[in-house]
């Protein structure tokens, strides 16, 4: 089971690449390279202008980021850095980017080098993703931790796409980014905003990339589920269109994955939200509203007591019905 590692995420581990200075001699788009050629390291690696340790530093290159070997002049590589700032457009954060490396060219240690061609270099690149999310979930942990751990699963599938761990790992990767702008967003003033479409878009490009290339799977169906957060209200304000709107999403939702490892969630949040609507409707004295709303909260609590009795969100749904049932408000204050 992977970790909760956003909760220990520090605030300075931002949806940013690697800053550092860099230099020019931008090659191609890094995609339009022979995949044979394109790599990643394990570790910073310094970027030298000359293959010696006492020439000039050019820039660094860190876990994920990507480089494009040139040639290879033991115990040195000669290689285009960071090239992966190069790559589709349509890739691009909505903020956060400033900062990434500039392309350039020099000399790293031919020392945890992995690309397509490493014998287990997919099992490789996996660990060593694993490993720093885990560093992430702890307290005081790396500045790059979430991001190098996001990249490096990233290479997983894009180099070894046949790889049994590829669909786990182009999850976890686009996971990570998610989590990361979803937190950022948050902590905007637009992320209080009722309507959805006032504050940023999550980044959905790596998620519809899992829709596409693993239909059915429980991927695609966690994938789904998480986009539905840029649909969702920042506020409700106290209205009841809001959690209307969503509960319709959730239900919908649900429908469309009947199996997924998300379903049983989606289907409490309809059900906490119809809870809500009845709430507001009685105090806004619309009874038939009201009713219409309560009702569909027990078929939809029914509906969850059969198809997934062992689940905490059963659980709960169920007790939310009850209180709906005995007439206690789910929404504001529940005191007599």
Same mark, same amino acid.
């Given at each position: 089971?992977?970790?909760? &590692?956003?909760?220990? %995420? ?7 690449? %690697?800053?550092?200075?860099? %230099? ?5 788009? @890094? ?5 044979? !050629?394109?790599? $990643? ?21 860190? +876990?994920?980021? #990507? ?6 002049? $033991? ?7 960071? $090239?992966?700032?190069? #790559? ?7 903020? @956060? ?18 690309? +397509? ?9 996996? @660990? !060593? ?12 942990? +790396?500045k790059n931790a979430a991001m190098e751990a996001h990249l490096l699963y990233r290479r997983v599938s894009d180099y070894f796409p ?8 182009? &999850? ?5 980014? &998610?989590?990361?702008?979803?937190? =950022? ?12 479409? %006032? ?24 994938? !789904? ?10 506020? &409700? ?20 994955? +009947? =199996? ?30 009201? =009713? ?39 929404? @504001?204050?529940?005191?007599?």
């Open positions: 089971m992977r970790i909760n &590692w956003l909760r220990w %995420l520090s605030a300075g581990a931002a949806v940013v690449l %690697l800053s550092s200075g860099a %230099l020019a001699q931008k090659p191609k788009n @890094g995609a339009g390279y022979d995949l044979a !050629a394109r790599a $990643t390291v394990l570790h910073e690696a310094s970027v030298y202008v000359a293959a010696d340790a006492n020439s000039q530093r050019l820039s660094m290159v860190e +876990p994920g980021h #990507e480089v494009v070997i040139v040639e290879r002049s $033991t115990p040195w590589v000669k290689v285009f850095a960071n $090239t992966d700032v190069q #790559e589709d457009p349509e890739d691009k954060p909505e903020f @956060g980017d400033e900062s990434a490396p500039t392309p350039a060219s020099g000399w790293i240690r031919d020392k945890g080098v992995v690309g +397509p061609t490493t014998p287990s270099g997919d099992t490789i690149l996996y @660990g !060593a993703a694993a490993d720093l999310e885990d560093a992430a979930s702890r307290p005081n942990a +790396p046949q790889s049994s761990l590829a669909p786990e790992a182009a &999850w976890r990767s686009a996971d990570i980014r &998610w989590q990361l702008e979803k937190r =950022d967003i948050s902590s905007l003033p637009s992320a209080k905003e009722q309507d959805a479409s %006032l504050r940023p878009t999550i980044f959905e490009g790596e998620m519809k990339k899992i829709l596409k290339n693993y239909p059915g799977s429980k991927y695609a169906a966690m994938a !789904a589920y998480e986009m539905l957060d840029n649909k969702i209200c920042g506020d &409700w304000q106290g209205l009841p269109k809001c959690p209307e709107k969503e509960a319709e999403l959730y239900e919908k939702y649900a429908r469309q994955f +009947p =199996d997924g490892p998300r379903t049983a969630q989606a289907l409490y949040n309809a059900i906490y939200r119809e809870a809500t609507v009845v709430t507001m409707y009685t105090v806004q004295d619309e009874k038939k509203k009201a =009713d219409s709303a309560a009702s569909k909260t027990q078929e939809l609590a029914t509906e969850m007591k059969a198809k997934f009795p062992q689940t905490d969100f059963t659980a709960r749904a169920i007790s939310i019905a009850y209180k709906v049932n005995q007439g206690i408000p789910l929404y @504001g204050n529940d005191r007599d």
